[in-house]
């Protein structure tokens, strides 16, 4: 059974920066890709970044530019580099994995595999 834990949410200020973290564990990362999703109050959950197997990633049009999304299979686990953060970026970010797509990457139901989430709140 797959694990997913995420780290490194916090309170940040606008135009600051935060990393977040995720390790997977119960498999090998290699075989999964790997997504973050956000889910702001009030809202449904959003796609933010995609790692897929190989290494090759996609972004969400309203943070590309701003996120960058890292993988290390070694350690089990993909980063997101968030910078230039804005109040809107505020919301609950969640770790997914995936091994096969039947929508599409950035479609929640094609992942099974979810972690606790990570709050991150970004101040004016």
């Known amino acids: 059974q797959v694990h997913l834990v995420e780290s490194g949410g916090g309170l940040v200020q606008a135009g600051g920066s935060l990393r977040l973290s995720c390790t997977l564990s119960?498999?090998?990362?290699?075989?999964?890709?790997m997504a973050w999703f956000r889910q702001a109050s009030g809202k449904g959950r959003e796609f933010v970044a995609l790692?897929?197997?190989?290494?090759?990633?996609n972004y969400a049009d309203v943070v590309r530019g701003r996120f960058s999304m890292s993988r290390d299979n070694v350690k089990s686990m993909v980063s997101l580099q968030m910078d230039s953060l804005k109040p809107e970026d505020t919301a609950v970010y969640y770790c997914?994995?995936?091994?096969?797509?039947?929508?599409?990457?950035?479609?929640?139901?094609?992942?099974?595999?979810w972690g606790q989430g990570t709050q991150v709140t970004v101040s004016s």
């Open positions: 790692s897929g197997i190989g290494g090759s990633t």
């Open positions: 997914a994995a995936a091994q096969y797509f039947k929508r599409s990457y950035d479609s929640p139901d094609d992942y099974q595999n």
């Open positions: 119960g498999r090998a990362i290699s075989t999964y890709h």
